[in-house]
């Protein structure tokens, strides 16, 4: 999984409708805060929104709360709230940021997948031996 250094982060956030219900709950601000962990996670995972551990394995909301320093109670239910109002997708017990398209651009991150598989190719065929013979200097003193 090929990690991002950003994530897109509109300017009207804080007008957002869901993050003002949840700002103006009890604990908003650490709601906010771990809604704003999960996006950069998922940027990290890099896997179109899904929170995952690897390519075949999702992320549990204990492996969560270990990342995001909270306890499994609290966080199940931070997860439940962000489900109750569509933030957050559950499919195949993989947790996914639904419109992740608003948080990131998926043309971009295609863009950069194309980049690294390129540079990368190019790199190995730069560094590709000409044959299968190794040649290592001889020990001998002249």
């Known amino acids: 999984?090929?990690?991002l250094e950003w994530i897109k982060v509109n300017v009207g956030i804080f007008k957002n409708r869901k993050i003002i219900i949840l700002l103006k709950e009890r604990d908003g601000d650490t709601l906010?805060?771990?809604w704003i962990q999960l996006i950069t996670l998922?940027?990290?995972?890099?896997?179109?929104?899904?929170?995952?551990?690897?390519?075949?394995?999702p992320m549990t909301v204990h492996d969560l709360a270990v990342i995001i320093g909270k306890t499994e109670y609290?966080?199940?239910?931070?997860?439940?709230?962000?489900v109750d109002?569509?933030?957050?997708?559950?499919?195949?017990?993989?947790?996914y940021i639904k419109n992740w398209d608003n948080y990131q651009s998926a043309d971009k991150l295609n863009?950069?997948?194309e980049s690294n598989r390129n540079r990368q190719r190019k790199?190995?065929?730069?560094?590709?031996?000409?044959?299968?013979?190794?040649?290592?200097?001889?020990?001998?003193?002249?």
Do not use: H, W
């Not at 109002?85 to 017990?93: A, R, S, V, Y």
């Open 85 to 95: 109002l569509e933030m957050l997708i559950i499919d195949e017990n993989t947790y």
């Open 111 to 113: 863009q950069i997948r």
């Open 74 to 82: 609290k966080l199940t239910k931070i997860m439940q709230r962000f």
């Open 32 to 34: 906010f805060r771990v």
């Open 123 to 142: 790199f190995r065929a730069k560094n590709k031996p000409e044959s299968n013979v190794t040649v290592t200097s001889s020990n001998a003193v002249d």
């Open 1 to 3: 999984m090929a990690n």
């Open 42 to 57: 998922a940027g990290e995972c890099n896997r179109n929104g899904a929170l995952v551990v690897n390519d075949n394995t």
